[in-house]
């Protein structure tokens, strides 16, 4: 099939190979010309990948419209701030081309201000004339592991469930395996709240906290997650998966993830606007833990993690302020909350 992945970033990149080994044509869409003369003829992105070797049939191209005639699948991995101006522009363009695609997102976040998911955006900003489907691929995936063709296991959701058999079918081969899953909010909250508990960990980490508070946190941090998700529909099995629990783990334990290596660089003292200069790429959690606990807010979900992490991020409260706030919070039962949740989400259920 062709395929066109509008973003030249870490992810985009790495998916546009595993794209290319499956037998499809592919072209990105950048818009710097150095990184897309870079590709082009020394098939490399060191920018996003180092000492990473790009198939030479993939293609890149500045050319907006170009990339867009190109595809019967566009996958939208751009950051989440430019979701919405990418989906309006593909818009356009595809009624001015009369043509109707499969879009497939793989960014994690929430949008600030109006706290919708990636694909909710999608949804508004394009119309049944140009978009067959809107579907998600997400889970535990670094980019760098992905382009090394390490062994990685992703799942896709979509709003009508029609087009993630084709998703699943175009991006799945010996090393990179797909999952369908049917609770599209779910998969989408599971991976951009999950970002919010790596942020924190990783500023743990950058305060030589143990092995101890880092799990304890994954552990509560994941409670959070599902209480938000379930609120919003999600089904609480969801979070036990790959786009829960799997995702959860590998952004909140690796070097890899840019999260924890903001959260690591926050502890050592730099600023919230140095550390996301020098990172170089767009931290997803700083954005989505405001957004999240807003929602929390909105729905009246406890969630101490997020609450705290934003008064740290935005209302400069200290290390050990934040420590107190989480450590001698009032005593609880461990299943408080979300013991409720999931015999209402039973009661559904067995109603349906």
């Known amino acids: 099939m062709n395929i066109s992945i509008l973003g030249t970033g870490s992810f985009g990149?790495?998916?546009?190979?595993?794209?290319?080994?499956?037998?499809?044509?592919?072209?990105?869409?950048?818009?710097?010309?150095?990184?897309v003369d870079e590709i082009n003829?020394?098939?490399?992105?060191?920018?996003?990948?180092?000492?990473?070797?790009?198939?030479?049939?993939v293609k890149a191209s500045t050319d907006f419209e170009e990339v867009v005639?190109?595809?019967?699948?566009?996958?939208?991995?751009?950051?989440?701030?430019?979701?919405?101006?990418?989906?309006?522009?593909?818009?356009?363009?595809?009624?001015?081309?009369?043509?109707?695609v499969l879009i497939v997102h793989v960014a994690k976040g929430l949008e600030l201000g109006t706290h919708l998911r990636v694909s909710?955006?999608?949804?508004e900003e394009m119309s049944d004339q140009t978009a067959s489907d809107i579907c998600v691929l997400s889970g535990p995936s670094h980019a760098e592991e992905v382009a090394l063709k390490s062994p990685t296991t992703v799942s896709?959701?979509?709003?009508?469930?029609?087009?993630?058999?084709?998703?699943?079918?175009v991006f799945m081969n010996e090393n990179f395996r797909v999952y369908v899953n049917e609770d599209l909010v779910g998969v989408e909250i599971g991976g951009a709240l999950k970002n919010i508990i790596a942020l924190a960990i990783g500023t743990l980490h950058g305060l030589g906290f143990g092995d101890n508070a880092k799990a304890a946190t994954i552990t509560r941090g994941l409670h959070e997650i599902a209480r938000l998700g379930v609120k919003m529909g999600a089904n609480p099995l969801t979070f036990l998966g790959l786009t829960g629990m799997g995702d959860l783990i590998v952004t909140a334990t690796s070097e890899h993830s840019r999260n924890f290596r903001c959260g690591i660089m926050l502890a050592e003292g730099l600023t919230l606007p140095e550390a996301e200069e020098k990172m170089g790429m767009v931290v997803e959690g700083v954005n989505t833990t405001k957004?999240?606990?807003e929602l929390?807010?909105?729905?009246?979900?406890?969630?101490?993690?997020?609450?705290?992490?934003y008064q740290y991020l935005f209302h400069d409260i200290s290390e050990q302020e934040a420590f107190?706030?989480?450590?001698?919070?009032?005593?609880?039962s461990e299943t408080d909350g979300l013991k409720d949740l999931l015999e209402n989400q039973l009661k559904d259920w067995t109603r349906e």
């Open 296 to 309: 929390s807010d909105q729905y009246g979900v406890e969630m101490p993690i997020t609450k705290v992490l």
């Open 69 to 100: 005639r190109h595809a019967d699948i566009i996958v939208i991995a751009v950051p989440v701030k430019a979701v919405r101006a990418v989906s309006r522009e593909l818009e356009k363009i595809l009624l001015l081309q009369n043509r109707k």
């Open 120 to 123: 909710e955006i999608i949804n």
């Open 41 to 57: 003829t020394n098939h490399t992105n060191s920018r996003y990948l180092e000492n990473i070797k790009i198939n030479p049939s």
């Open 156 to 169: 896709t959701a979509s709003i009508k469930n029609e087009g993630v058999k084709t998703i699943q079918d």
């Open 13 to 35: 990149t790495s998916l546009s190979m595993v794209l290319d080994d499956n037998g499809h044509s592919v072209m990105m869409y950048g818009r710097s010309n150095e990184t």
């Open 324 to 332: 107190s706030k989480l450590m001698q919070r009032e005593k609880k």
């Open 291 to 293: 957004a999240a606990y």
